[in-house]
């Protein structure tokens, strides 16, 4: 049994192959094409479709010189494919605007659909595995559109979550936008964001707009979500519908990155930042928390991390879990550490460092 780990840092891809989780073999930056330059590229969305027999693995580059593209490769990473022909994302030409990036992918029940999300705020949809995608109208003509506004990240979808069982029904989250919900296969899109705040409205709780940073589906019940905000960690209980807050108990409310245990409903870790204005971490310390109890108690589960001062962040796609039976959790910084624990996160050991800047990691068992 072997596992890989991507790592989409501002300078390049990386891989990571390992047998035990503990031990890492890391190589890159990688070549997506056929120029040596796509190895200074920024990835910042890496998807792996292990619903096929030979998993295959996305990246969403992003480059300075030939722009934004999507790879694809079928090998683990040894080599990589772009259509020829056209760029595998693109707005069609009466949007008259041009596509920034990918920012993640995801898969739903549907064998050979994947979604991607994308800057500015767009969706798209592939029927062919992920080789050419089509942009999702119903999502890119909503009349609030002209109202959502870039976080400091960028005006893009970050979030995507198709339903685990119903091709209709998917979700999707924004910074400064909000969460929005599909039941009718992309046709129509509604806001559901009852109980989330936006302390920068004179509205705190608006029908849309909110800071959502991160949102993540619980395993075992579709209905069930959770959120990090700016400003706020929530839990919805009625597919996504009515959110309540959850974050007593943690250092404090603000964050970036969530992951829901692959198979505990009650399970998620949260990886605090100290506030919306003071990007650091809290005690400027390197530091996960974990609850078993659907967010009603935290407990810190640091063990084997950084004990000196530590000033690298977790972004929102940097943490992530394998989904195996006795799940391994990973997570990148901003200083390019990478740790992974195999111990349902009460221990952690480090993957990798000195990297560049991790904007997203992704891993799977292969």
């Not at 296969?185 to 989330?196: H, M, V």
């Not at 399970?267 to 009603?296: C, E, I, K, M, Y």
Request: with cysteine; hydrophobic share 35%; glycine share 10%.
């Amino acid at each position: 049994m072997s596992y890989l780990m991507a790592i989409g840092t501002k300078k390049g891809l990386f891989t990571a192959t390992s047998d035990d989780r503990v031990n890492w073999d890391v190589t890159g930056p990688h070549r997506l094409g056929g120029d040596a330059s796509t190895v200074q590229t920024g990835v910042y969305a890496i998807g792996i479709d292990t619903r096929r027999d030979t998993p295959r693995l996305f990246v969403g580059a992003d480059s300075s010189h030939f722009g934004p593209s999507v790879w694809h490769s079928d090998d683990a990473g040894a080599t990589w494919s772009e259509p020829a022909d056209a760029p595998p994302i693109a707005l069609p030409e009466d949007t008259d605007t041009a596509f920034a990036r990918a920012w993640q992918f995801g898969f739903g029940p549907e064998p050979d659909v994947v979604f991607a999300s994308g800057e500015p705020h767009s969706l798209f949809k592939s029927t062919d595995g992920g080789v050419t995608f089509e942009l999702n109208r119903g999502l890119w003509d909503h009349p609030h559109r002209t109202e959502w506004f870039p976080g400091f990240g960028g005006a893009a979808i970050h979030t995507i979550m198709p339903h685990p069982t119903d091709p209709a029904k998917m979700s999707v989250a924004m910074s400064t936008g909000g969460f929005y919900q599909t039941e009718d296969g992309g046709a129509s899109w509604n806001p559901t964001c009852q109980g989330i705040r936006a302390d920068f409205f004179p509205e705190p709780y608006p029908e849309f707009g909110q800071c959502v940073h991160k949102a993540v589906r619980a395993a075992g019940d579709p209905s069930r979500f959770y959120l990090q905000n700016h400003g706020g960690v929530y839990r919805s209980d009625d597919g996504g519908h009515k959110w309540n807050s959850i974050a007593e108990g943690l250092p404090c409310d603000f964050g970036f990155a969530m992951v829901a245990h692959p198979h505990r409903t009650d399970s998620v870790l949260s990886f605090p930042v100290h506030a919306d204005a003071n990007r650091f971490l809290p005690d400027n310390r390197l530091q996960v928390h974990r609850s078993d109890d659907g967010g009603s108690t935290w407990r810190e589960v640091s063990q084997g991390l950084p004990t000196e001062p530590y000033f690298g962040i977790v972004l929102r796609d940097a943490a992530a879990t394998d989904a195996a039976e006795v799940p391994g959790y990973y997570f990148g910084t901003r200083c390019g550490d990478v740790f992974v624990s195999t111990e349902d996160s009460e221990n952690w050991v480090q993957a990798a460092s000195h990297l560049p800047d991790v904007l997203c990691v992704r891993a799977a068992r292969m």
